[in-house]
């Protein structure tokens, strides 16, 4: 079983639209999480980091975290051409990071 | 990829020959990391260090080794070059074990 499991996509919203992306982990102790943005031939980019149970707001960005249910999702809101790119959910256990194979997105001008 | 850099950014080898990457920073952080991206497996972890000369094994570490005698630098070694090995590598550093990590640009690196 892999320790991060992520929804390959692609997933496709219009522009202005809300984006949801979901992660789920298999490791109950993991203590952080953190989406990651990557654009195509680009290094990943941090966008996101949680440490505890419910929501963490950043601008158009929503990280939810629940830690009963073992998952992780990021919303982006009002959704813009410039967010398509791969989202890589990222957990870490205490000794190291795993990442999913992330969530292709696509916003449609 | 401020404060990370990574040589060469592109490479192109032989089966059976030595190849070293380097990554550099200039943020003084603790902690360093040597990734592997291929497609289908995301991104994974060959090697980390906690400090100078204090290295570690990650989940895909065979066939490689790594060094860091100085703060800013780390090297990934690829001691025979195999065509398995063809992948896009990619450093990270954090200023402790589970706070965010930082990429730097990527090597691409293919064994023919």
């Known amino acids: 079983q892999k320790e991060v499991e992520q929804n390959s996509g692609p997933l496709s919203v219009p522009e202005g639209a809300i984006a949801s992306l979901n992660c789920t982990y298999s490791?109950?102790?993991?203590?952080?999480f953190f989406w990651y943005r990557q654009y195509s031939g680009k290094s990943p980019e941090l966008i996101m980091s949680?440490?505890?149970?419910g929501d963490k707001e950043d601008g158009r960005f929503t990280a939810q975290l629940n830690k009963a249910s073992q998952y992780v999702s990021l919303l982006i809101r009002d959704s813009q051409p410039s967010d398509s790119a791969t989202y890589l959910c990222a957990v870490n256990p205490g000794n190291q990071f795993y990442f999913g194979t992330g969530t292709s997105l696509t916003v449609i001008p | 990829d401020a404060g990370i850099t990574q040589s060469p950014r592109h490479k192109v080898t032989e089966t059976g020959t030595p190849v070293t990457l380097r990554c550099h920073q200039t943020e003084n952080h603790r902690y360093m990391y040597w990734y592997r991206q291929d497609p289908g497996h995301g991104l994974r972890l060959i090697h980390y260090?906690?400090?100078?000369?204090?290295?570690d094994k990650g989940e895909v570490s065979d066939g490689y080794s790594v060094s860091r005698s100085k703060t800013e630098d780390f090297l990934l070694t690829l001691e025979s070059a195999t065509s398995s090995q063809t992948s896009v590598y990619f450093c990270?550093?954090?200023?402790?074990?589970?706070?965010?990590?930082?990429f730097g640009p990527g090597t691409r690196l293919t064994v023919t």
């Open positions: 260090s906690y400090g100078v000369k204090d290295t």
């Open positions: 949680i440490y505890s149970n």
């Open positions: 990270a550093i954090s200023e402790g074990q589970t706070y965010e990590q930082y």
């Open positions: 490791d109950r102790v993991s203590q952080s």
